[in-house]
Nanobody, 120 residues
Framework: QVQLVESGGGLVQAGGSLRLSCGAS????????MGWYRQALGTQRELVAT???????NYADSVKGRFTISRDNAKNTVYLQMNSLKPEDTAVYHC??????????????WGQGTQVTVSS
């Protein structure tokens, strides 16, 4: 089994910053891509940013220039630095990891999510 645990969410005023962290643990052989997705009330989950094991990144247009994704491969951890936050960034943020397990299974795992609320 593989577990992903997020931390770092909270309440912040518009223009403020937050840093999310997500650590993966369990029966991990290696991790390919890791990412962050978000889901606001009444909407579908959407991509925020992804990062490969080699460090290549991809961002949603709505967060480019404001959010930065990074990872520490030795710690199986992915981060999301969020600056210049806007009320429309309010959502539950979920991390994901594309994992090769020690049982030679390849699948995407998800964290439970952390709430980010941006007040105007």
């Amino acid at each position: 089994q593989v577990q992903l645990v997020e931390s770092g969410g909270g309440l912040v005023q518009a223009g403020g910053s937050l840093r999310l962290s997500c650590g993966a643990s369990g029966s991990i052989f290696s991790i390919n891509a890791m990412g962050w997705y978000r889901q606001a009330l009444g909407t579908q989950r959407e991509l925020v940013a992804t990062i490969t094991s080699g460090g290549s990144t991809n961002y949603a247009d709505s967060v480019k220039g404001r959010f930065t994704i990074s990872r520490d491969n030795a710690k199986n951890t992915v981060y999301l630095q969020m600056n210049s936050l806007k009320p429309e960034d309010t959502a539950v943020y979920h991390c994901s990891a594309d994992v090769y397990t020690t049982s030679i299974v390849y699948r995407r795992y998800w964290g439970q999510g952390t709430q980010v609320t941006v007040s105007s």
